[in-house]
């Protein structure tokens, strides 16, 4: 704990802060999903996925961070850009969220025009982990109802 809080309190750039943020990740080693899924019932550890899946996942991510970063754009705020959204918008969060703060939440809520909010009252980062029947149910239920091709 003490390292977040001289993380928080140094003043460094975003990119210092994100470096700190993995290398403190991975010094949690197995515990590192807990930051994400803090409740007990997570059912993160209780993934369908098989290696081989969780490797593409992994590869995928780390060519999407790598564009981003090599553009330039991974610390520019999209925030501006929900007024654009014309299409129905879902967006699925945990009430114990540590990565989408309320700002966000306000924006996409306050923004968004054709946007829907759930949140998940026993879910952190990753409600699609923690309560995935609630989750699919939710999305299908989203996706039926916004079809009108």
């Known amino acids: 704990m003490a390292a977040c809080i001289d993380i928080a309190n140094g003043g460094q750039s975003p990119p210092e802060i994100l470096d700190a943020f993995i290398e403190l ?3 949690l080693g197995d515990l ?3 930051v994400y899924t803090p409740n007990v019932g997570s059912n993160y550890t209780k993934m369908t996925y098989s290696e081989r899946e969780l490797e593409e996942f992994g ?3 780390n060519l999407h961070v790598s564009k981003i970063f090599a553009e330039g754009c991974i610390f520019d705020s999209l ?5 654009e959204l014309t299409m129905p918008v879902l967006l699925i969060k945990g009430r114990h969220d540590p990565i989408i703060c309320e700002e966000q939440t ?4 306050n923004d968004v025009r054709t946007g829907q909010l759930k949140v998940y009252e026993e879910s952190g980062h ?3 982990f923690e309560e995935p029947e609630r989750f699919a149910t939710d999305v299908i239920h989203f996706v039926l109802e916004h079809n009108h091709s």
């Open 59 to 61: 590869r995928r991510t």
């Open 32 to 34: 590192r999903m807990k």
């Open 79 to 83: 925030l501006p850009k929900l007024k």
């Open 126 to 128: 990753m409600p699609h």
């Open 106 to 109: 306000y924006s996409f809520v």
């Open 25 to 27: 990740g991975q010094g």
